[in-house]
């Protein structure tokens, strides 16, 4: 696994998506081509970044003091539900705008649109790895989720031929069945993962 290809992915899809959309959609991604992405390798790194602070740190309720200390066995089910999560999400995310985006003149196609979903996810992703830092993470990773949404707003033209004209319809349709996709999974797979044993009571910090 190249570390340093993984920082540069990472770096580029959070400060210059645009050079790295306009590379990698040139592409033309097959499964094939998909699977050997470091998808996985960089989703896991980044859940067990974020496993390692929130023991250390704990869980930090946004703009409080009150912080949750899950134990160990809550925290490694939570690394595993992270990754599991995060690559069904994005098949069924990137199947979900090829979709969208074909009714709007767009191309269904359901690799792009996985790609799509992967880059657009770093800032969010960079967000989570510090997200449990104290006081000015949980900020950084609401920072970094608004700017992944404002990724998905721009990202259909590039990867799926969406029209300007029509990225905002695209876009606001996409949002609404994604809520009720999110809410699916959550009620579905995302129950496997959820903890056996009660949190530490919160604490002020």
Same mark, same amino acid.
């Given at each position: 696994?190249?570390?340093?290809?993984?920082?540069?992915?990472?770096?580029?899809?959070?400060?210059?998506?645009?050079?790295?959309?306009?590379?990698?959609?040139?592409?033309?991604?097959?499964?094939?081509?998909?699977?050997?992405?470091?998808?996985?390798?960089?989703?896991?790194?980044?859940?067990?970044?974020?496993?390692?602070?929130?023991?250390?740190?704990?869980?930090?309720?946004?703009?409080?003091?009150?912080?949750?200390?899950?134990?160990?066995?809550?925290?490694?089910?939570?690394?595993?539900?992270? !990754?599991?999560?995060? @690559?069904? *999400? =994005? $098949? #069924?995310?990137?199947? /979900?705008?090829?979709? &969208?985006?074909? %009714? +709007?003149?767009?191309?269904?196609?359901?690799?792009?649109?996985?790609?799509?979903?992967?880059?657009?996810?770093?800032?969010?992703?960079?967000?989570?790895?510090?997200?449990?830092?104290?006081?000015?993470?949980?900020?950084?990773?609401?920072?970094?989720?608004?700017?992944?949404?404002?990724?998905?707003?721009?990202?259909?033209?590039?990867?799926?031929?969406?029209?300007?004209?029509?990225?905002?319809?695209?876009? !606001?349709?996409?949002? @609404?069945? *994604? =809520? $009720? #996709?999110?809410?699916? /999974?959550?009620?579905? &797979?995302?129950? %496997? +993962?959820?903890?056996?044993?009660?949190?530490?009571?919160?604490?002020?910090?």
């Amino acid at each position: 696994m190249n570390t340093g290809y993984l920082v540069e992915l990472i770096k580029k899809g959070t400060l210059n998506p645009d050079e790295l959309w306009k590379e990698e959609s040139a592409k033309g991604y097959t499964i094939v081509n998909l699977i050997k992405f470091p998808i996985l390798p960089l989703i896991t790194i980044v859940s067990l970044i974020a496993a390692v602070a929130t023991l250390i740190f704990g869980y930090r309720v946004p703009f409080t003091n009150i912080a949750f200390h899950p134990s160990v066995s809550d925290t490694l089910l939570g690394f595993i539900g992270t !990754i599991v999560m995060f @690559i069904i *999400g =994005i $098949v #069924v995310y990137g199947w /979900l705008s090829a979709y &969208i985006a074909s %009714l +709007f003149g767009g191309n269904r196609d359901i690799n792009s649109g996985v790609l799509m979903m992967f880059l657009i996810s770093m800032p969010s992703l960079l967000g989570k790895a510090l997200g449990p830092l104290p006081y000015i993470g949980p900020l950084i990773a609401i920072v970094l989720s608004i700017y992944s949404l404002v990724l998905l707003y721009r990202a259909p033209v590039h990867f799926l031929g969406i029209a300007q004209e029509n990225k905002t319809k695209q876009f !606001i349709l996409f949002i @609404i069945a *994604g =809520i $009720v #996709v999110s809410f699916l /999974l959550a009620l579905t &797979i995302g129950t %496997l +993962f959820q903890p056996t044993v009660p949190a530490t009571m919160p604490t002020m910090q």
